[in-house]
T-cell receptor, first 115, second 111 residues
Framework: NAGVTQTPKFRILKIGQSMTLQCAQD?????MYWYRQDPGMGLKLIYY???????DKGEVPNGYNVSRSTTEDFPLRLELAAPSQTSVYFC??????????????FGEGSRLTVL | GEDVEQSLFLSVREGDSSVINCTYT??????LYWYKQEPGAGLQLLTY?????DMKQDQRLTVLLNKKDKHLSLRIADTQTGDSAIYFC???????????FGTGTRLKVLA
């Protein structure tokens, strides 16, 4: 049972570098999300997608981009890394099927440090 | 805007009960959740309650919902060292993508 898989688990970037955080789910969920978690701040939504080809901004989208070409994959791109993007990033998915509880399924997280 | 608030820390002795509290502002919430995050891991759903319920019990877990005061609590009976984790309260509204998370309460269980 793979669920939501994120890679890499850890990464150190220099200021100005770019990278992509990968996220894949095998549950055929149509909703996918990227959150960042900062100490004492809870989870903040970066971007979300309600299906392949559809993405939209969350609370804190600046400095990030996403794409959703397939139901399974939802990569998060950081174009010009800044120290403020040092955080733990979580990908999550859920189904919009009727009668479900809306449970979010999370990946294990990607810890990113920008120096 | 909508907000969910929790205290940041709670410390209890092994075998005691733990009560983690949460307040929310969105009166249209349909579901209220408790997620558990163990060190170095993602969040996992612990339990949830529909907004038309007052209480839900699941083994050692009891969830109480006071809709009038918009207050949610999670009681863990006979708390064990394995319960040490961060507990997040969250709410969502049916038919939307949107989930609002609290800051998380770090529970420390002392042996």
């Amino acid at each position: 049972n793979a669920g939501v898989t994120q890679t890499p688990k850890f990464r150190i970037l220099k200021i100005g570098q770019s990278m992509t955080l990968q996220c894949a789910q095998d549950m055929n969920h149509n909703y996918m999300y990227w959150y960042r978690q900062d100490p004492g701040m809870g989870l903040k939504l970066i971007y979300y997608s309600v299906g392949a080809g559809i993405t939209d901004k969350g609370e804190v989208p600046n400095g990030y981009n996403v794409s959703r070409s397939t139901t399974e994959d939802f990569p998060l791109r950081l174009e010009l890394a800044a120290p403020s993007q040092t955080s733990v990033y979580f990908c999550a998915s859920s189904t919009s099927s009727g009668g479900n509880t809306g449970e979010l399924f999370f990946g294990e997280g990607s810890r990113l440090t920008v120096l | 805007g909508e907000d969910v608030e929790q205290s940041l820390f709670l410390s209890v002795r092994e075998g005691d009960s733990s009560v983690i509290n949460c307040t929310y502002t969105d009166s249209s919430s349909t579901y209220l959740y408790w997620y558990k995050q163990e060190p170095g891991a993602g969040l996992q759903l612990l339990t949830y309650i529909f907004s038309n319920m007052d209480m839900k019990q699941d083994q050692r877990l009891t969830v109480l919902l006071n809709k009038k005061d918009k207050h949610l609590s999670l009681r863990i009976a006979d708390t064990q060292t394995g319960d040490s984790a961060i507990y997040f309260c969250a709410e969502s509204t049916s038919g939307t993508y949107k989930y609002i998370f609290g800051t998380g309460t770090r529970l420390k269980v002392l042996a």
